[in-house]
């Protein structure tokens, strides 16, 4: 709404005549008063009887428009990352004949905590049964198979926080106990009984008196048990170690230890590559490292509004290559991180920084780039190294297959630019 | 407004208007409320359709009184407002004057499927005129619109992503013209001849900005503006005769002509808009992106003439035509957006009845009565489609003994067209100028 404001100063000299033309005036002027208060009146009741009808389309104005405009990524780079598999959430145990990214093997590491003080003995009668909490339905493989287990003790030290899927672990020839997940009871818990050489220098440390002596020989001299899969198992099973229990059992009274550490490592078998496709793991045995400062570079000269990076998926290859009863976990989405990073395995597994999440949507997986790329472009602000992986999810094993970029040029990577196309630009 | 008002009476006067202020200043205060709520949820609001092309409709420069009865100031008879339209009027100026208009347009419009309303609220001109020597030489300070855009559309579109719809609406807004700051003289040559010339400084100023929402969460607000400014010197010339007792003792023809010289403007554009970046939202600078920041526009030439026939000091007619060569308009920088720019011929015929100049009481003795008619060809062809506007006029002269006086305009016209899916505008136009005169330089009497 617009006012005028201005003030106009009339000079105020008079003579006799005109101010008796004004004193007339004051008279006559009480009638012209009247009317345009009348005339007021009217004229705000015709503005206020305004009121709004239905709208007009105005289509014969040209008015800006969202244009769409694709950048195909001609360049991706493979890289290996040596993932950190120590003490993740779920950890997994089994193995798979998986027909489209292979054979896959797991076996789980764990070290029992022994107590810190001598107030408990395991006496002669006593007997350790480890209570292995599975999840219940989160399998990969063959869901109507079951998978039977081995039990080692492990003959080198290992460290779960820094367990990497390259950490060797040496294990001994003596079985120390195995079992069988259809053995799993109701509360989603496998006994498996601990014996062997094991169950006596377990007993052993456990009953000397002195602490630092127990703590110290355990350190040492024991290296915690291995979970190892039978090659007859045919799925991979993800166990809850920090709720799983070493259980020393009375005959009257059971007392239960947690787990110190643990860990595990996977084999994969190497398969041969798939033309156009690309077999991504959310263990990182292949992670997309992209040049999305020199893609910046190239975007077309335009107001773009939204800049997305579009990975799809051959998802019919994915669904169709199962058999009846066998499934695999959906890896819930792709990560990007974008940044310089010192450990680009604690980056990609543990840090919520710098990470762009790309959420699948039938079939393809688009990452929000618009932010990085004003960065770049508006504020001197180049992108750096940017990668791209299947998120870990907590140490369940994922996996997917995309389309490369020599795949046809609907399914090829690529940055879609959702910009306004302005009159002035045209 | 209310300034005006105050200093226009002396003590006594002012006194005794108080309920006339009060009323005016309700009538004033309201307006912008009003049409606030009016403008809220329109689809398509705030002035004609037709001002979104090139730099705007041309905006009417003249008095309440002329635009009262379709004629457009190039002559003057019975006329108390000398005006802008012709300088040579300025001349004959015994007073001091402060004028200025205001105006609400209320546009109900249609295409062959839809209708709606909207409506505009806008600023007139601004004179001050001064008599260097009385009715002799005059100069004139004048601030006044040349061209308007003032409109909002609100456009709904869509586009897919991947298998789904995202919707979104564009706000396109747009707001500004052409304006001139003049200062000139009007000189009367003889007692039948005067001639006027008012230089002045052109200056172009146009904000289009465009706000983007999307139904998608994925997408964020987004906003541009586009502006454009430029100044440049323009001028026009006025001639004007005035003859008494042609036909009949007491009666008087006025005839006039103006010119307005073409000019040529550089004008600068800038593009902005907001981007969310790491620290959060700046404010960037698109104008790389523009094809060109700068460019040349060429106003086209424009003369006016008419004449008017008093056969008394109570009854005029007047009869007027102006021409803009739109055709010869050029913008490097404004697109016309499909339209093609055509010369444009008004014409103007109109009478007025002053009753008041004669001694008689009564209600309806007190006002000047106005009507006319006013035909526009329009500066537009869109889609092969003249944008036409045929105007009614009439108006009420309110007036004092003094040289003051408050001119409300009515106009009722047809524009456009529902041709080729354009759009009809019906257009209720209620002006409204107030002319302030005073004798500014006072002899004293001798004693």
Same mark, same amino acid.
């Given at each position: 709404m617009c006012q005028l404001n201005f003030r106009i100063t009339i000079n105020q000299s008079r003579n006799r005549n005109y101010k008796e033309d004004c004193h007339h005036m004051f008279v006559t002027n009480k009638a012209a008063s009247k009317r345009w208060l009348t005339f007021s009146v009217l004229a705000l009741l015709s503005i206020t009887a305004c009121e709004e009808t239905n709208t007009v389309g105005v289509d014969f104005i040209q008015e800006s428009a969202i244009q769409v405009d694709t950048v195909f990524i001609d360049q991706i780079d493979l890289i290996e990352i040596d993932p950190y598999l120590g003490q993740l959430s779920y950890s997994a145990l089994g193995s798979f004949q998986d027909p489209l990214f292979g054979e896959i093997s797991s076996t789980l590491y764990f070290k029992p905590s022994i107590n810190?003080?001598?107030?408990?003995t395991v006496l002669e009668y006593m007997r350790f049964e480890m209570r292995l909490h599975l999840m219940? @339905?989160?399998?990969?493989? @063959?869901?109507?198979s079951t998978a039977e287990f081995d039990v080692y003790r492990i003959q080198n030290s290992w460290h779960g926080p820094s367990f990497r899927q390259s950490t060797e672990v040496n294990l001994g020839i003596e079985r120390i106990g195995g079992f069988s997940d259809?053995?799993? @009871?109701t509360n989603g818990n496998v006994h498996v009984a601990l014996g062997g050489s094991w169950d006596a220098f377990y007993r052993e440390v456990f009953n000397i008196e002195d602490d630092s002596t127990r703590l110290t020989r355990y350190a040492e001299e024991d290296f915690g048990l291995a979970i190892v899969p039978k090659n007859t198992s045919n799925r991979i099973r993800f166990a809850t170690i920090s709720t799983s229990r070493l259980l020393v059992i009375g005959q009257e009274d059971t007392s239960s230890y947690g787990m110190q550490d643990w860990a595990y490592n996977i084999e994969r078998e190497v398969v041969d590559p798939i033309p156009n496709r690309l077999l991504l793991h959310n263990t990182f045995e292949q992670v997309l490292k992209l040049d999305l400062k020199s893609l910046g570079e190239q975007l077309p000269n335009t107001n773009f509004v939204r800049a997305e990076l579009v990975l799809e998926e051959d998802t019919t290859r994915a669904n169709t290559s199962l058999s009846e009863h066998e499934q695999r976990l959906n890896v819930p989405g792709f990560r990007m991180s974008e940044g310089d990073f010192i450990d680009l395995a604690y980056q990609f597994g543990f840090?919520?920084?710098n990470i762009i999440n790309g959420y699948p949507a039938k079939g393809r997986f688009r990452f929000d780039v618009t932010r990085l790329l004003n960065d770049q472009i508006y504020n001197n602000n180049p992108i750096k190294n940017s990668y791209i992986y299947p998120y870990?999810?907590?140490g369940y094993i994922g996996s997917n297959i995309l389309y490369s970029n020599d795949a046809p040029p609907d399914k090829r990577p690529r940055l879609i630019i959702h910009s306004i196309q302005s009159e002035e630009l045209k | 407004m209310l300034d005006i008002l105050l200093n226009s009476c002396t003590l006594p006067r002012a006194a005794s208007n108080k309920t006339a202020l009060l009323a005016l200043l309700i009538f004033l205060l309201s307006s912008p409320l009003l049409l606030a709520q009016i403008q809220s949820s329109n689809l398509y609001s705030s002035?004609? !359709?037709?001002?979104?092309?090139? !730099?705007?409709y041309p905006v009417e420069m003249e008095t309440g009184s002329a635009k009262s009865h379709g004629i457009f100031g190039v002559t003057s008879v019975n006329q108390e407002v000398a005006g802008l /339209?012709?300088?040579?009027?300025?001349?004959? /100026?015994y007073y001091a004057q402060g004028a200025s208009g205001i105006g609400l347009h209320s546009i109900q419009l249609k295409n062959t499927s839809s209708s709606g309303e909207s409506a505009l609220f806008e600023k007139g001109y601004l004179q001050l005129l001064f008599p260097l020597?009385?009715?002799e030489l005059g100069v004139s300070v004048g601030l006044y619109p040349v061209t308007r855009s003032n409109l909002k559309i609100i456009n709904e579109e869509q586009f897919l992503s991947y298998g789904d719809t995202v919707r979104y609406n564009s706000e396109l807004q747009q707001m500004g013209g052409l304006n001139k700051f003049e200062i000139g003289f009007g000189w009367k040559l003889n007692d039948q001849i005067s001639i006027g010339y008012a230089p002045s400084v052109a200056f172009f100023s146009m904000e289009k900005s465009e706000a983007f929402s999307f139904s998608s969460s994925l997408y964020s607000q987004q906003k541009q503006k586009l502006t454009l400014s430029g100044a440049a010197f323009s001028q026009r010339l006025g001639v004007a005769g005035s003859f008494r007792?042609?036909?009949? +003792?007491?009666d008087k023809i006025s005839v006039g002509a103006t010119i307005n010289v073409p000019f040529s403007m550089t004008l600068r554009q800038d593009f902005t808009t907001e981007k969310e970046i790491e620290s959060g939202s700046k404010t960037v600078d *698109?104008?790389? !992106?523009? +094809?060109?920041k700068k460019g040349e526009m060429s106003l086209p030439l424009e003369y006016a003439a008419g004449i008017g026939y008093a056969p008394h000091t109570r009854f005029n007619v007047s009869i007027e035509g102006q021409y803009q060569q739109w055709s010869d308009y050029s913008n490097? *920088?404004?697109?016309?957006d499909g339209a093609v720019m055509a010369d444009r011929m008004r014409i103007g015929l109109g009478a007025q009845f002053h009753p008041?100049?004669?001694?008689q009481s009564g209600f309806f003795s007190s006002f000047k009565y106005s009507a006319g008619l006013s035909y526009d060809s329009g500066h537009l062809t869109i889609q092969e489609e003249e944008i036409r506007t045929l105007w009614l006029h009439t108006g009420l002269g309110i007036l004092s003994r003094s040289p003051s006086s408050i001119d409300v305009s009515v106009r009722y016209g047809f524009r456009g /067209? /529902?041709?080729?899916n354009l759009i009809e505008e019906n257009i209720w136009a209620i002006g409204l100028s107030v002319n302030l005169a005073e004798i500014m330089f006072l002899r004293p009497k001798l004693q």
């Open positions: 810190a003080s001598s107030t408990d219940e @339905d989160e399998i990969y493989g @063959d869901t109507s259809a053995d799993i @009871d840090s919520d920084n870990v999810n907590a | 002035g004609s !359709i037709y001002s979104a092309y090139g !730099i705007g /339209t012709n300088p040579a009027f300025w001349s004959q /100026t020597k009385s009715s007792n042609v036909f009949k +003792t007491q *698109l104008s790389n !992106i523009l +094809t060109s490097d *920088l404004v697109d016309n008041y100049k004669k001694a /067209t /529902t041709e080729s």
